[in-house]
């Protein structure tokens, strides 16, 4: 199995991947600003895109990859490159000579590793040591760069520090921040929002035609619980995902009374649900805090001093269940125990 073809970490389901996805929604700001700084040439030659998981920074990055290799050739103010010019068709099928794509692939067992081998991450010296095969520009796309191990961004490091001319990273991130400072203070940092709820309603309408077993009659709730989130949308409608959120959502609401027979229900959904299930718990219980934690939702009586500490408590046990696997029921009992001493009289 070629790479193009292989298991791809970055897609969900029948979804398109980022690189053949021609549509992207709700970034028209970010879009404009970079077509404006080349056409000024001053694009930079590492961009940090970041923000939340499943917005469209990966659909971004490719799509800003066709146009670059392109020489540029779109309609003014956009980066858009038909699906039918040859380097849109190179760029999907990963065999432009001029693009490297650093991602995480299936080993010779079939199974994606946890991290971008660093061995992987070397290739970029010598990609960018040569001269671009179609003599422009050379384009390196990292997806993520959250998935690269210490060793291998020292490796990439190495090459961000002194570019070539007309090189261009691209470096996609969940999670910025976290990453090495001297990665952070090479790149440009190009922030892009989580979507409307709107504009996740009109992205499952989109991806629709490429998933047909989609439940249209759930998007509206699977859009309004996906905090800005396709990916999350998407999640939310597999499985049963969307009533382990409704239970959760419910069983909040009653703090500091819960009923414990429906504690046990909501354990049981994600004891059926192991994998997707807690995640949908975990995300629930975070934005209940987050939105006492910052104002957004006023509940008198809850301790906002205990949140932060609450907080931590959730993460830690979310990473203990799915590390160690444990009993999910056990879990839904120590967050609500824990979320009872927060809001307690």
């Known amino acids: 199995?070629?790479?193009?073809?292989?298991?791809?970490?970055?897609?969900?389901?029948?979804?398109?991947?980022?690189?053949?996805?021609?549509?992207?929604?709700?970034?028209?700001?970010?879009?404009?600003?970079?077509?404006e700084a080349w056409d000024a040439g001053r694009l930079p030659h590492a961009l940090l895109i970041g923000g939340p998981e499943g917005i469209g920074k990966a659909?971004?990055?490719y799509r800003l990859a066709r146009f670059v290799l392109?020489?540029?050739?779109?309609?003014?103010?956009?980066?858009?490159?038909?699906?039918?010019?040859?380097?849109?068709?190179?760029v999907t099928a990963l065999s432009h000579p001029d693009l490297l794509v650093l991602r995480r692939v299936p080993n010779d067992a079939g199974k994606l590793p946890t991290a971008i081998p660093a061995e992987v991450v070397r290739r970029v010296r010598s990609f960018f040591g040569s001269t671009a095969a179609a003599g422009g520009w050379r384009v390196c796309v990292v997806d993520t760069l959250d998935e690269m191990n210490a060793q291998g961004a020292n490796a990439l490091l190495k090459t961000l520090e002194e570019p070539p001319d007309n090189a261009l990273f691209l470096l996609v991130s969940h999670a910025p921040g976290r990453l090495?400072?001297?990665?952070?203070?090479?790149?440009?940092s190009l922030t892009l929002r989580a979507l409307p709820q709107d504009g996740v309603m009109a992205a499952l309408e989109h991806l629709a035609g490429h998933m047909p077993d989609l439940a249209r009659e759930r998007f509206a709730e699977a859009a309004e619980a996906s905090d800005g989130s396709v990916r999350e949308a998407l999640a939310l409608l597999s499985a049963d995902r969307l009533a382990v959120r409704r239970a959760t959502n419910e069983l909040l609401a009653q703090l500091p009374h819960v009923d414990s027979r429906a504690l046990h229900g909501l354990g049981d959904k994600l004891q059926a649900d192991r994998e997707g299930g807690i995640e949908s718990f975990v995300a629930a219980v975070e934005n209940w805090i987050s939105d006492r934690a910052t104002g957004r939702v006023q509940s008198p009586g809850v301790r906002l001093a205990r949140l932060?500490?609450?907080?931590?408590?959730?993460?830690?046990?979310?990473?203990?269940?799915?590390?160690?696997?444990?009993?999910?029921?056990?879990?839904?009992?120590?967050?609500?125990?824990?979320?009872?001493?927060?809001?307690?009289?």
Not at 8 to 35: C, K, M, Q, S, Y
Not at 70 to 89: C, Q
Not at 330 to 342: D, G, P, Y
Request: net charge neutral.
């Open 180 to 188: 090495l400072p001297t990665i952070r203070s090479r790149c440009r």
């Open 59 to 61: 659909t971004f990055a």
């Open 1 to 35: 199995m070629s790479e193009a073809n292989a298991l791809e970490a970055d897609r969900f389901g029948a979804a398109p991947t980022p690189r053949a996805n021609h549509w992207l929604i709700g970034h028209d700001e970010v879009e404009a600003a970079i077509r």
């Open 70 to 90: 392109s020489g540029g050739k779109a309609p003014v103010g956009t980066l858009e490159i038909g699906a039918d010019h040859p380097v849109s068709r190179q």
């Open 308 to 345: 932060p500490e609450v907080w931590e408590k959730v993460r830690r046990a979310a990473i203990d269940a799915d590390v160690y696997n444990l009993d999910r029921k056990t879990f839904v009992f120590r967050i609500f125990a824990s979320l009872h001493e927060a809001v307690k009289p």
